[in-house]
């Protein structure tokens, strides 16, 4: 008999009690974080499915090597553990620690970005464009189109639209273009990944005008599987391989090791050009620590070589991609509406397909994962029009095409039976889905609003 899900590639050895809420102490808790679940605590939430960003579950193997930490000041030995493993893994030359991801987007564009700048992505990442922006660029979305509609199941909907590409290096010169960003996965999108053959074809036309490419490699591990898994020509290959092979087309990386590097804490910059490398160096002293260690605790980077090495694992990532496949599929059977293809790190539930009568400016996304969470216990994200923020210029909200809720998954956390939890619950907040009204903002900060703004309902 045929089994309906691939078994866990590991066994347990350690547990954590989670605790069990009322529906009544969920509503007072959803009304005290003004409906953010951002401002819930992680001791009301049941299953939390806010981010895989540092909730992954680290390996007897990384807890070992936290105990060889060398918290040296300078010439840590765990930094040139860390460094030789991006070398072999990823084939960059030189790395940067830093505390996490934000930390190398903010380094990176604070040494390459000069005002009246134009940086070209694959979509926007929250955090990434605001170092953009607040360093004077502006960011130029250069996704496939099909990346913005939700039902279309192109298989690399990350992709990089060769034309709008072009098109921007045309119009505003490549001189003023530092860098070309190329996420993998596109989180925004709905986990999405890019192919081979695009992040080849957008190298070759950075290398003709001489602009570098930059990737943020957050999900590297999740796109490589994706990349064996629909293009033929690398069914054969390892995940090792691939992953040396896409980064072989960019000139460096930012890192938040917090996700497919299997880690709680930690990120880098990694870059090929010696100049920016000094200059990063230098950057990095005054924003983290010493080059070295970058923010980051010598047994923090010992666990995240290895948690690297640990990710090319193939069973490891396979389990990895169909645990949220599982999820997504039995939504979807149940009629949910979801962003397919089901991707790499979380099932995006659709919002404005869930809930068609709550025009976007009254936060259907954030109103769906608010109320998700008072039925159920379960703890997910906005992603749509409260994430997008406010245009700089005008003042007026941005307005995403894509108006989503994100399910998280963390990596080697849950079992499938936590799954069939969420699914459940999901499936009957769509089957009551008329119950659910609109918000209000009543507090909203001037960046990164999804973080700390709190609502109200509208009845």
């Avoid at 209000?440 to 609003?449: C, D, F, G």
Wanted: proline share 4%; hydrophobic share 40%; charged share 25%.
């Amino acid at each position: 008999m045929e089994r309906k899900y691939m078994a866990e590639p590991f066994k347990i050895k350690m547990v954590e009690t989670i605790k069990m809420t009322t529906q009544e102490e969920r509503e007072v808790a959803i009304e005290r974080a003004g409906y953010n679940t951002f401002l819930l605590n992680s001791k009301e939430c049941y299953i939390d499915l806010l981010t895989d960003s540092g909730t992954n579950a680290m390996s007897d193997n990384q807890w070992a090597g936290m105990m060889l930490g060398d918290e040296a000041y300078a010439g840590s030995v765990n930094f040139f553990e860390l460094e030789k493993t991006v070398q072999e893994l990823y084939g960059f030359k030189h790395v940067v620690p830093t505390h996490q991801g934000r930390g190398a987007e903010n380094i990176l564009s604070r040494i390459a970005i000069k005002p009246g700048d134009y940086v070209p992505g694959n979509m926007y990442f929250t955090t990434t464009r605001a170092h953009q922006e607040m360093n004077g660029a502006t960011f130029v979305d250069i996704i496939v189109d099909a990346a913005h509609d939700s039902e279309n199941e192109e298989p690399f909907k990350g992709n990089v639209d060769l034309k709008k590409l072009q098109d921007l290096i045309d119009r505003v010169g490549a001189d003023k273009i530092p860098y070309i960003c190329i996420a993998v996965t596109v989180n925004l999108a709905g986990g999405q990944p890019v192919s081979m053959e695009n992040a080849r074809a957008v190298s070759k036309i950075a290398r003709q005008h001489g602009i570098k490419v930059m990737f943020d490699a957050t999900r590297c591990i999740e796109n490589s599987y994706f990349i064996k898994e629909r293009e033929e020509a690398y069914k054969d290959k390892s995940i090792a391989e691939i992953v040396k092979e896409l980064f072989s087309y960019g000139d460096g990386a930012t890192m938040s090791g917090k996700k497919d590097c299997l880690v709680n804490i930690g990120g880098f910059l990694a870059l090929n050009d010696e100049d920016l490398f000094q200059k990063a160096k230098q950057m990095v002293v005054l924003f983290e620590g010493m080059p070295s260690y970058g923010g980051l605790a010598g047994r923090d980077m010992e666990a995240m070589a290895r948690g690297m090495r640990e990710s090319v694992d193939y069973y490891y990532i396979k389990h990895r991609i169909e645990q949220v496949r599982y999820l997504g599929s039995k939504l979807d059977a149940a009629g949910v509406p979801i962003v397919k293809p089901i991707g790499g790190h979380a099932v995006f539930l659709d919002a404005k397909r869930f809930l068609p009568n709550i025009p976007q400016d009254q936060f259907p996304a954030q109103a769906l994962a608010a109320s998700l969470y008072t039925i159920s216990g379960v703890r997910s994200m906005e992603r749509g029009i409260v994430s997008a923020g406010r245009d700089g210029k005008t003042g007026k909200h941005h307005y995403p095409k894509l108006e989503l809720v994100r399910l998280t998954i963390p990596r080697r956390v849950y079992t499938y039976a936590h799954m069939d939890v969420v699914a459940e619950a999901v499936i009957d907040l769509y089957e009551n889905r008329d119950k659910i009204c609109g918000l209000e903002m009543v507090y909203e900060p001037p960046v990164l609003r999804f973080f700390t703004a709190r609502f109200k309902p509208l009845k």
